[in-house]
Nanobody, 123 residues
Framework: QVQLVESGGGLVQAGGSLRLSCAAS????????MGWFRQAPGKGREFVAA????????YYADSVKGRFTISRDNAKNTVYLQMNSLSPEDTAVYYC????????????????WGQGTQVTVSS
């Protein structure tokens, strides 16, 4: 059974940084794509970033490009989302997701999800 556990959320001032972690277990993830999504109050879940575990190729939503960086640590089975230059518009619950795929997937069509971690950016 795939398990994804996010951590690293919190309260930060505008312009600050946070690093989210997603610890993955239950499978060998070399053929998986790992994604980060977020959901703000009253809004739908939106794609943030994704990475191919095998080759490390990544893709970002336009709204975070240049500010956020997704990476993975194969030895720790962990995916990270480094978030810099945060703004109040980034406030949301951030979710990690996993999907067996050879291409990066930017829709919410992922079968495995973590429980989410809250990120709040104050102005």
């Amino acid at each position: 059974q795939v398990q994804l556990v996010e951590s690293g959320g919190g309260l930060v001032q505008a312009g600050g940084s946070l690093r989210l972690s997603c610890a993955a277990s239950g499978r060998t993830f070399s053929s998986y794509v790992m994604g980060w999504f977020r959901q703000a109050p009253g809004k739908g879940r939106e794609f943030v970033a994704a990475i191919s575990w095998r080759i490390g190729s990544s893709y970002y939503a336009d709204s975070v490009k240049g500010r956020f960086t997704i990476s993975r640590d194969n030895a720790k089975n962990t995916v990270y989302l480094q978030m810099n230059s945060l703004s109040p518009e980034d406030t949301a619950v951030y979710y990690c997701a996993a999907k067996q795929s050879i291409v990066v997937v930017t829709t919410t069509n992922y079968p495995y999800w973590g429980q989410g971690t809250q990120v709040t950016v104050s102005s």
